[in-house]
């Protein structure tokens, strides 16, 4: 047996086609088909007959970006290193490479780009088969902002940041005015010297005696006013903005690195500064309809917009829109608005109410064995059953507090051996439902077993994708701050679960 030379200094005669070395069922292939069929000369024109260095094709950095979301989500930084030591990466980047503030740049400017990605990725698994838009399930999940509890401010640390401030801003002025441009902004000594702290924000506490903290800054306003050294406007400026933000959050206090997240309980109920991701998957291979970030804490405003935005993205693709197909959400979405909302849409909605979430999560109901998430609405009888089998026949329906009321009552309860525990006192026992007619409508048909059937889709349906984002994908926390841009790195994640799932199912396919 002879030895093989080590070839490992030896340089090519002709140039290397990157292509022979990566395996011809390689995600890259399928990558580069998908941002080919997205259209960036508008975004490229951008650069024509402009100065400066030469700028890289916008269909460049989407390839990248949608392979570093098919590879889990990695960062700008990786993204970079990998056009230099992954064959995949250097075929996608024509062996040029980006840094990584050009591609940060790329994800904050170009987010319709990644949208038309996204919307990319439904349309080819509709040409592929894998959306049938049978079944489409909803859900929300909270994820962590890029912040801390320790970044936090209130109305009263802005207060007094911004009146010390003002009287820096003002001193300066007086300064410039006596000693010329000698003296330069900055913020007066006092305002980071702990021992003649109080006497500085004496003038501008508040009467309110229940807060001890009143006189004093938090760590993170100490540091935000020592920013304000070199520049105490730009700083002030800031300071109007998180005061504006905090106003309209209607919360009591906000993040100072991210003013746009909430204060919101997480499900392991601790309070975090989060952001609110909002699904909507296609029950069939699990593809990702529509999604987006909201600040509301809970999800009773979003199904409409969810609704919408699927019917924006099968716009096109779709000769006609599919009609009543079912619609799964659980009791966070279940209010008036939504209810009626899928009726009028002709949708076959399954929002789960709450005795419904009650039996989902198995509460122990021994405890309150009167109470009403143990009355049975019977459909054919249409009314309660009590846990004892006596029938609660409906007596009135009025309104109250302009909000429509049916109640349901019987004159055996005066019989019966437990109508002191039942009752409580009363002569007997009333049932009764609120809401406008379709909420109780959608309560009285999720009573019902085939209901409850269809509804047991919606778990493996829109918890599995979050699963796989927040798992494999790695989303537990963003990587950007506001509103914005928390919206287009999770439509990046969104599109990178959809990528992974039509690749796995055609690769599948075809072998």
């Not at 250097?90 to 940060?104: D, E, F, V």
């Not at 991210?258 to 991701?277: A, L, Q, T």
């Not at 969810?306 to 009791?331: C, H, R, W, Y």
Request: net charge neutral; charged share 30%.
């Amino acid at each position: 047996m002879v030895l093989r030379d080590d070839t490992i200094n030896q340089t090519m005669l002709v140039p290397m086609d990157l292509r022979k070395l990566i395996p011809k069922d390689h995600p890259c292939y399928f990558i580069k088909n998908v941002a080919d069929h997205i259209d960036c000369s508008e975004a490229n024109r951008e650069f024509a007959d402009t100065p400066g260095e030469f700028a890289y094709p916008r269909e460049l950095l989407l390839r990248l970006v949608l392979m570093s979301v098919f590879d889990g989500g990695l960062s700008s930084r990786e993204i970079e290193r990998r056009t230099q030591t992954d064959v995949g990466y250097m075929y996608l980047a024509g062996m040029q490479h980006p840094s990584y503030r050009t591609i940060l740049r790329f994800k904050r400017e170009y987010s319709d780009l990644i949208d038309e990605a996204f919307k990319m990725t439904i349309k080819i698994a509709t040409e592929e088969d894998l959306v049938k838009i049978h079944h489409v399930s909803l859900d929300g999940t909270k994820i962590k902002a890029k912040t801390s509890m320790n970044k936090l401010t209130n109305e009263q640390q802005l207060k007094i940041m911004k009146q010390h401030l003002e009287e820096s801003i003002k001193l300066d002025e007086e300064e410039d005015e006596e000693l010329g441009e000698e003296s330069g902004n900055s913020v007066p000594e006092t305002l980071t010297n702990e021992e003649k702290f109080k006497k500085v924000y004496e003038k501008v506490k508040e009467s309110s005696k229940d807060d001890r903290n009143k006189d004093k800054l938090r760590a993170s306003s100490k540091k935000l006013l020592k920013q304000a050294e070199k520049n105490p406007e730009k700083i002030l400026e800031k300071l109007e903005t998180l005061e504006e933000k905090l106003n309209e959050s209607g919360k009591d206090v906000i993040s100072i690195n991210d003013p746009d997240s909430r204060f919101m309980v997480n499900k392991k109920g601790r309070w975090e500064f989060d952001y609110n991701g909002q699904i909507a998957v296609d029950e069939y291979k699990g593809i990702i309809l529509a999604s987006y970030i909201t600040d509301h804490p809970s999800d009773h405003h979003e199904l409409i917009p969810l609704m919408e935005q699927v019917k924006s993205n099968l716009t096109g693709i779709f000769n006609e829109m599919p009609s009543n197909f079912q619609v799964s959400a659980d009791n966070g979405y279940s209010t008036d608005a939504n209810t009626e909302y899928l009726e009028e849409n002709g949708l076959d909605g399954y929002i789960s109410s709450r005795k419904l979430a009650r039996e989902t999560k198995k509460y122990n109901k021994s405890e309150k064995f009167f109470g009403k998430d143990n009355f049975t609405y019977n459909n054919e009888i249409k009314t309660y059953i009590c846990p004892l089998g006596q029938p609660l026949y409906k007596i009135s329906e009025y309104t109250y507090d302009d909000k429509p009321r049916i109640s349901h009552w019987t004159k055996e309860c005066k019989n019966c051996p437990m109508q002191q525990f039942c009752a409580k006192g009363n002569r007997s026992r009333i049932i009764q439902d609120y809401g406008n007619p379709s909420k109780i409508r959608m309560q009285r048909k999720m009573e019902t077993s085939e209901a409850k059937e269809i509804y047991k889709l919606r778990s493996k349906t829109a918890e599995l994708p979050f699963a796989n984002l927040k798992q494999n994908m790695h989303l537990t926390e963003f990587k950007t701050t506001g509103l914005k841009q928390v919206n287009t790195e999770f439509k990046l994640y969104a599109t990178g679960h959809n990528l992974k799932r039509i690749y796995n199912e055609i690769r599948t396919k075809n072998n």
